[in-house]
Structure formats: C-alpha cells, structure tokens
C-alpha cells in the first residue's frame, strides 16, 4: 500500500500541496476539503498493516498537512507565507516600527481600555471598530498580495494586524471577565 496525496512532489507548497491557486484570499471551504481528503488517505489506521516505512511516511504527510492546514487556514500566518514564499521575511522578531497613524489608533484604543474596562457597551463598541479595523486590513493585505503583488506592503500590513488581533484578544478577555 502507498501513500496517495492530492500533489506530494508540491511538497515544498502549501498551495500547490492542497492544489490550491496561491493567494491570499482563498476558498477556504476547498482548503477544508484538500485537508480533509488528505487526512483520510494518511491516516494510521489506512496503514496499519503496511510496512514501518509506509507508516512513517503515511505520519509525516499528516504531521506536513496539519502543519500546511494550519498555516493557509489564518489570514496573518497565510499572508507571512506568501510573503516568505516570495521573498520577503516580516522581520517579526526585530521590526516593530509601525506609521505614527497606526501607533496614534493603538493608544487610542488602548485609553478607551483602560479607561471603560467595567463599562460593557463601550467595550462593545470598541471591539465592533477594532473588528472594523481589522476587517479594513485584512482587505488592504489582499490587495497589497493578491493585486499589487507588493510583498513588502504586505509584511508592513501584517506586522500591524499582528498588533490589532493581539489587542482584539485581550479586549475580547476584558468583555468575557464582565458577562
């Protein structure tokens, strides 16, 4: 018994792996269903009686899928691979400058915080422009790859989507300590 993936020699692409056009916004639903149709024919049990070679081989095509799966299905992991995948490291570890207009919003948001924590509408309020926000990003990153084809932009965008998703999560802590 072999092991049968939808395009194994594409090993070194999640896209191609999962035969998916690369981009940033994909179909997320035909992304489910590369996985899932991988995952059944890795799977141990399909393997169980085959040689310890193809049992290995059968549990690093799904370790590889799992780890592909995971990456294409969020938007800021999808969007720091496309730019690795064409040249452009995000530098995460070491850029953190960010446009004065974006750092000016981040404080802002951060007062409103600070300053409303146990009034529950306006955290509300604030969570629904933060989405907004993020909303607005998410858009301007597909432009910036799947238009523009600007990978730089694209770095520049993610690197301050990183920032939002981490503040919506806290603020999404702050509004589920109140209910």
Known sequence: MSVVVANPSASDDYFRFFGIHQQF????PALDQAYLAIQKEVHPDRHARGSEAEQRVAMQMATFANT?????KNPIQRGLYLCQLHGVDAKLETNTSMPAAFLMKQMEWRESLDEQAEDLPALEELMSEVEQSKE????????AIDVAKNYTHAAELLRGLLFIDKFAVELDD???ALI
């Open 25 to 28: 916004n994909i179909d997320l």
């Open 68 to 72: 592909a799966y995971q990456t294409l």
């Open 136 to 143: 607005n990003v998410l858009q301007e990153i597909a432009q």
């Open 174 to 176: 702050t509004i589920a």
